[in-house]
């Protein structure tokens, strides 16, 4: 069974820098793409990042670019979120979410869906 | 960046009437379009994908359709447990959700 277990929420001053981690089972962790999303109080999903699965490939939404940091780490199925400079707009539940296995219906690769997600942790930014 | 404008926000229906949501893409994305439902408290599960696929374990009163730049998702008869709000995703270029739309029952 898939399981995806966020931590390191909680609340932070605006300017200030929390360390999100994603503990994974259940599945072949270094064979997906891993990815953050996330969603503020009563507002929508926002997706933040991405983590190929050698961690060679970083994507970032232009919202948290130069301020967040998406790493992995293999050996201990962990997925994480440096977020610096944060501000109250980042106040949020963070998601750690896998992605669907990459496919290739033309000469361009793409990964579809989020098919599995965690239950989040909540970041709070606030003086 | 590609946008994604969903409608309505919210919508509030009686049990067993049909319900449609849209989605449109700011530029043409194929079929490269996802559904999502979220419940309270909960993380999204997804319903659809590639538009119009109905994601294993879904039931049939949910569907999709639509390819390039216009989507729309229906539910042909509402029922109680189908409270939440429903997004959809674009994976054409990165990854992006619509706003979302919160369908309640009246």
């Known amino acids: 069974e898939v399981q995806l277990l966020e931590s390191g929420g909680g609340l932070v001053q605006p300017g200030g820098s929390l360390r999100l981690s994603c503990a994974a089972s259940?599945?072949?962790?270094?064979?997906?793409?891993m990815s953050w999303v996330r969603q503020a109080p009563g507002k929508g999903l926002e997706w933040v990042s991405a983590?190929?699965?050698?961690?060679?490939?970083?994507y970032y939404a232009d919202s948290v670019k130069g301020r967040f940091t998406i790493s992995r780490d293999n050996s201990k199925n962990t997925l994480y979120l440096q977020m610096n400079s944060l501000r109250a707009e980042d106040t949020a539940v963070y998601f750690c979410?896998?992605?669907?296995?990459?496919?290739?219906?033309?000469?361009?690769?793409?990964?579809?869906?989020?098919?599995?997600w965690g239950q989040g942790t909540l970041v709070t930014v606030s003086s | 960046d590609i946008q994604m404008t969903q409608s309505p926000s919210s919508l509030s229906a009686s049990v067993g009437n049909r319900v449609t949501i849209t989605c449109q893409a700011s530029?043409?994305?194929?079929?490269?379009l996802n559904w999502y439902q979220q419940k309270p408290g909960k993380a999204p599960k997804l319903l659809i994908y590639?538009?119009?696929n109905l994601e294993t374990g879904v039931p049939s009163r949910f569907s999709g359709s639509g390819s390039g730049t216009d989507f729309t998702f229906t539910i042909s008869s509402l029922q109680p447990e189908d409270i939440g709000r429903y997004y959809c995703?674009?994976?054409?270029?990165?990854?992006?959700f619509g706003q979302g739309t919160k369908v309640e029952i009246k």
């Open positions: 259940g599945f072949m962790f270094s064979s997906y793409t």
């Open positions: 590639d538009a119009s």
């Open positions: 995703q674009q994976y054409d270029n990165l990854w992006t």
């Open positions: 979410a896998k992605l669907s296995i990459e496919y290739c219906p033309s000469t361009r690769c793409l990964i579809s869906h989020f098919d599995y």
């Open positions: 530029q043409d994305i194929g079929n490269f």
């Open positions: 983590i190929s699965g050698s961690g060679g490939r970083t």
